[in-house]
């Protein structure tokens, strides 16, 4: 689920960054945003770029790696300690 949240959070910040309209951008989104995270969703956009979301993706799917890999020793917390700090 969060990467998904996080592509959503590319392609929108991406047709932005290409001159795109942010309300149009985010209508381009399949499946759509629930109507009730929208405002929260638009903060995010405004504050974010789309490489702040590849950042954020890159360390989920090294998060998902590692679990997978090994789920014994898997720590969430020490991965995801250098991730916030975008």
Known sequence: ALIRYYLNIYIVASK?????NIDIAIKSLY???FFK???DFKQIIRTHTSKDAIRCLKHLQQAEINY???P?????????SNMWSF
């Open 72 to 80: 014994k020793t898997f720590d969430l917390f020490s991965l995801y």
């Open 37 to 39: 995270y929208l405002a």
């Open 16 to 20: 932005i960054e290409d001159g795109e």
């Open 31 to 33: 499946p759509p945003i």
């Open 68 to 70: 997978k890999s090994n």
